[in-house]
């Protein structure tokens, strides 16, 4: 320290020399007063006293320029804040705000430059996200397309032969119905709206069918409950319906074949007593005359739907 000091007091004394001549027009660095009052004694311990006052006030300001020099780093920081609580020097205030502008505050969340980062990931991914959701739309379309367009690989597997007793207690096989169009209706006598609804649509659509295009179209009902459908039932049942329509029942093992070849749901409800229902599929079945299927249609058809799409399908196939 004493090294110091004396090193110190050498360099005052040589700038005091040669600084007398134009001290007068260099103006001086404002000094706080409390500071000046603080490192008064100090220098009025160590400097001469026949130097003067002035040259005092010189060694105060060229001493406590050499101190800020050489403070430790680590307490600038702290000095920082100290200054700009303080309030004092509103020129170096302005400098370190105007330094530290555009930076992240140390030991904040989040920079400007992390900020940015987290926008372009963020952008990237809505992108790539957006164009994979695009090529998989089209990935879509185009599969569909293909299979509308494509040829057909083959028919599906419903229907088969039969071995069923009709509603005059014949038996009969799909081979009596070769060379026909063929629409089938998988019901029970006993059901209490549906079956007649689709059977009443379907007596009605034949009937259309050969008056608009003269095409011939055998329909039949097939019973899905043997226990109460006998020959005797099943034939009051479709003369209610259409002259032409042909209805056909059998034992238990022969309607399970049957429904089972033509994918036929069907299942007893609850019984009480001989009182039941048959849960079964709504569906009616169109065949060619070779017995093969050819297309089916659901509730969702009226009469006229059901009459154009039969009739679209015996024109094709003719071609």
């Not at 992108?127 to 959701?133: G, H, L, R």
């Amino acid at each position: 320290m004493a090294t110091i000091l004396s090193r110190t007091l050498n360099h005052l004394r040589y700038v005091n020399r040669n600084l007398n001549q134009w001290r007068s027009s260099m103006p001086s660095p404002p000094v706080s007063e409390s500071t000046s009052n603080r490192a008064l004694p100090l220098l009025q311990s160590v400097v001469p006293l026949g130097l003067g006052i002035q040259s005092s006030a010189l060694y105060q300001r060229c001493l406590f320029s050499s101190s800020a020099a050489t403070v430790n780093p680590e307490n600038q920081t702290s000095k920082s804040s100290g200054d700009a609580k303080s309030g004092n020097g509103k020129h170096s205030g302005g400098s370190h705000e105007s330094s530290d502008a555009g930076k992240s505050v140390r030991g904040g969340p989040i920079s400007w430059l992390s900020f940015l980062l987290l926008i372009a990931s963020g952008a990237g991914v809505i992108f790539y996200y957006d164009k994979e959701k695009k090529r998989h739309i089209e990935e879509i379309n185009n599969a569909s397309k293909a299979v509308k367009e494509g040829p057909s690989v083959g028919k599906a597997a419903i229907g088969g032969p039969f071995n069923l007793i009709n509603h005059e207690g014949k038996h009969v096989t799909e081979k009596n119905f070769l060379g026909k169009w063929t629409l089938i209706y998988f019901g029970f006598t006993h059901c209490p709206d549906i079956c007649p609804d689709e059977l009443q649509k379907l007596a009605a659509a034949v009937d259309k069918i050969k008056e608009k295009e003269g095409f011939e179209i055998i329909p039949l009902f097939i019973s899905v409950d043997p226990e109460r459908d006998n020959v005797e039932q099943v034939g009051e049942y479709v003369k209610e319906f259409h002259p032409k329509l042909i209805g056909l029942t059998g034992t238990l093992d022969e309607i399970r074949n049957v429904a089972r070849a033509y994918r036929v749901y069907y299942m007893k409800t609850a019984e009480e007593d001989s009182d039941y229902l048959v849960d079964h599929s709504i569906v009616m079945y169109l065949l060619g005359p070779d017995m093969d299927f050819v297309k089916f249609f659901g509730k969702n058809n009226d009469v006229d739907s059901l009459t154009d799409g039969v009739i679209k399908e015996i024109k094709r196939y003719k071609k």
